[in-house]
């Protein structure tokens, strides 16, 4: 059944760092051959259920090769993928054209302010302790090291630019305006026109998404924060899938 749609954020989500490893977990992605994030192992067996009663799409700020790390399981392979914070669709691992053009036509009037913003960073990013890269050429990113303060390069350099300057733990975005979790859900509900959508995220960046979902699945972190009427919170992805599945069951057989 495809009338619902779930749009599912991943890092601290539906997946976690191997920092947070816990007992029943396992492995979902590796970086030069260097264990990277995990997951539930229940949650991983019933993701293809899920796949199965819903059209559930991740939708993520990784990039697309950070996306196709994730190693699902055979069968439970998301069919779409939102990455790059909403600006490109992946269809089956492969870039949807028609999102493309739309995309870049959203990015062509902010191409010259992320050049002007990384070469700023760039110049200073010794002084500031930060890493910072053009993430598949749609926004720009930066990774605050030690001794640098996410904040203050936030407020600083959000008064040198028109991009929206967004940041989570150690990381800075630095993005299109049109380049937001609310405004890739309202893509993808135009494109596959559901009958009802549940959106999960953990950070303010989820926000935007969680908002004008039928359903909204959020950490403690920004409940509060989130303005939906039907609203709930999960703990761990453990939680929220069993959860969701209740909700998409339930759905099922009053739609039947």
Same mark, same amino acid.
């Given at each position: 059944?495809?009338?619902?749609?779930?749009?599912?954020?991943?890092? $601290?989500?539906?997946?976690?760092?191997?920092? @947070?490893?816990?007992?029943?977990?396992?492995?979902?992605?590796?970086?030069?051959?260097?264990e990277?994030? *995990?997951?539930?192992?229940?949650?991983?067996? @019933? &993701?293809?259920?899920? =796949?199965?009663?819903?059209?559930?799409?991740?939708?993520?700020?990784?990039?697309?090769?950070?996306?196709?790390?994730?190693?699902?399981?055979? /069968?439970?392979? +998301?069919? *779409? %993928?939102?990455?790059?914070?909403?600006?490109?669709?992946?269809?089956? $691992?492969?870039?949807?054209?028609?999102?493309?053009?739309?995309?870049?036509?959203?990015?062509?009037? !902010?191409r010259?302010?992320?050049?002007?913003?990384?070469?700023?960073?760039?110049?200073?990013? #010794?002084?500031?302790?930060?890493?910072?890269? =053009?993430?598949?050429?749609? !926004?720009?990113? %930066?990774?605050?090291?030690?001794?640098?303060?996410? #904040? /203050?390069?936030a407020?600083?350099?959000?008064e040198?630019?028109?991009?929206?300057?967004?940041?989570?733990?150690?990381?800075? !975005?630095?993005?299109? +305006? @049109?380049?937001?979790?609310?405004?890739?859900?309202?893509?993808?509900?135009?494109?596959?026109? +559901?009958?009802?959508?549940?959106?999960?995220?953990?950070?303010?960046?989820? &926000? +935007?998404?969680?908002? &004008? %979902?039928?359903? %909204? *699945?959020?950490?403690?972190?920004?409940?509060d924060?989130?303005?939906?009427? $039907?609203?709930?919170?999960?703990?761990?992805?453990?939680?929220?899938?069993?959860?969701?599945?209740?909700?998409?069951? @339930?759905?099922?057989?009053?739609?039947?």
């Open positions: 059944m495809k009338n619902i749609l779930i749009a599912c954020d991943l890092d $601290n989500t539906l997946i976690h760092s191997y920092k @947070q490893k816990r007992d029943g977990d396992m492995c979902i992605e590796w970086i030069n051959g260097k990277q994030s *995990y997951i539930n192992k229940e949650t991983y067996e @019933q &993701i293809e259920e899920l =796949k199965m009663l819903a059209r559930y799409t991740p939708l993520t700020t990784r990039s697309i090769e950070q996306y196709l790390r994730i190693n699902w399981k055979p /069968g439970a392979e +998301p069919e *779409y %993928a939102v990455t790059t914070n909403g600006a490109i669709l992946l269809s089956n $691992n492969e870039r949807v054209s028609s999102w493309d053009e739309t995309s870049y036509k959203f990015m062509d009037e !902010y010259k302010d992320l050049d002007d913003i990384l070469a700023m960073l760039e110049s200073q990013k #010794e002084d500031l302790h930060i890493r910072c890269r =053009k993430v598949d050429d749609m !926004y720009v990113f %930066a990774y605050c090291e030690d001794g640098g303060s996410v #904040e /203050g390069i407020d600083t350099f959000s040198k630019t028109r991009l929206r300057v967004e940041y989570f733990g150690r990381k800075i !975005y630095f993005l299109p +305006p @049109q380049f937001n979790k609310g405004a890739a859900l309202t893509r993808l509900k135009e494109k596959f026109v +559901p009958e009802f959508v549940i959106a999960a995220g953990d950070s303010e960046i989820d &926000i +935007p998404m969680l908002e &004008i %979902a039928d359903l %909204a *699945y959020c950490k403690e972190s920004i409940f924060k989130v303005s939906n009427k $039907n609203k709930k919170s999960f703990t761990n992805e453990t939680d929220l899938i069993n959860s969701i599945l209740g909700d998409v069951r @339930q759905f099922s057989e009053v739609c039947l």
